[in-house]
């Protein structure tokens, strides 16, 4: 089975890499030609656009920035629809919005090809030792054939529904993720208002209910004031935007995650955008003073 991968970014890159590891053929293609030289060096063959990839490939992985990225990549006039064969795969492992999914999967069954929504958890550092977490939706059947190429890539691999089930996934991952940066900023800025030392605070809740992977991870990011990203907060802005259009096109209240976009905001306003987004300990801490 030849596997193809479109955008080679800070996700795609290794992502690409661990399915040349598993000992898959591909074929790569980006738009900065210096993105595929890793791949091509490691054994991959170059595509000239994502309509040739998915012209020569069974499985055609796309991993992009945003929605108008895929929507480019798949469905622009030189994009993987222009190319793809009946009964291939489009799987996108972008983080994009649930209704543009729908109608990009009803284009591609149009021409006879078959997609999955595949966004992802785990960062850069995931997607590099190949334990991503990786929420999926489309038929089970499709899932079947492609979830060998999932486990190269990810450890959690979860058929969660239809297509934009996915997505709906991830955008409910990155709630949980968001809210809880919210919780640990406001617990250790309201330690260290008082006098008291966040680490020692932070070590003593890890022991309780408290305790948690962002308690663990971004907890210590907050009091070391290492913010070197895992995670780009203007990453995480544009995931809750997704979030935030959701919940207005479905007459919902969000108020935790409305929250915690709008320190994401204040702190991409202040120019920290690069910043890992658990960098909003800075803005909650600036409004404790």
């Not at 970014?9 to 898959?24: D, E, S, T």
């Not at 929420?135 to 999932?150: H, Q, S």
């Not at 994401?264 to 955008?273: S, V």
Request: aromatic share 4%; net charge positive; proline share 4%.
């Amino acid at each position: 089975m030849q596997i193809g991968f479109v955008g080679l970014g800070i996700m795609g890159r290794p992502q690409a890499l661990n399915l040349i590891k598993g000992g898959n053929k591909l074929m790569v293609w980006a738009r900065r030609k210096e993105s595929m030289q890793p791949l091509i060096d490691a054994g991959a063959a170059p595509g000239t656009s994502p309509k040739d990839v998915a012209a020569n490939c069974d499985v055609t992985f796309t991993m992009v920035a945003d929605t108008p990225d895929v929507q480019a990549v798949v469905l622009g006039p030189e994009g993987c629809i222009h190319g793809v064969k009946k009964g291939s795969v489009i799987a996108d492992m972008s983080t994009i919005s649930p209704n543009a999914t729908k109608e990009i999967a009803a284009q591609l069954a149009a021409k006879g090809a078959e997609m999955l929504d595949a966004p992802v958890s785990g960062g850069e550092i995931g997607a590099v030792n190949g334990t991503l977490t990786i929420m999926v939706g489309g038929k089970p059947e499709v899932f079947e054939k492609v979830k060998p190429l999932f486990a190269c890539m990810g450890k959690t691999i979860t058929l969660v529904g239809g297509n934009g089930a996915g997505q709906v996934a991830k955008a409910c991952n990155q709630i949980v993720v968001g809210v809880s940066i919210q919780a640990v900023s406001e617990a250790l800025a309201l330690a260290k208002r008082f006098g008291v030392d966040p680490a020692k605070v932070r070590e003593a809740l890890m022991g309780g209910f408290a305790g948690s992977k962002i308690m663990e991870i971004h907890g210590n990011r907050m009091i070391s004031g290492d913010f070197k990203p895992g995670f780009k907060a203007k990453l995480h802005q544009k995931d809750m935007r997704i979030v935030m259009q959701a919940a207005e096109q479905l007459g919902m209240a969000l108020p935790g995650a409305a929250l915690f976009t709008q320190h994401l905001n204040a702190l991409i306003g202040g120019g920290d955008g690069e910043l890992d987004s658990s960098g909003i300990y800075k803005v909650i801490e600036r409004m404790a003073k």
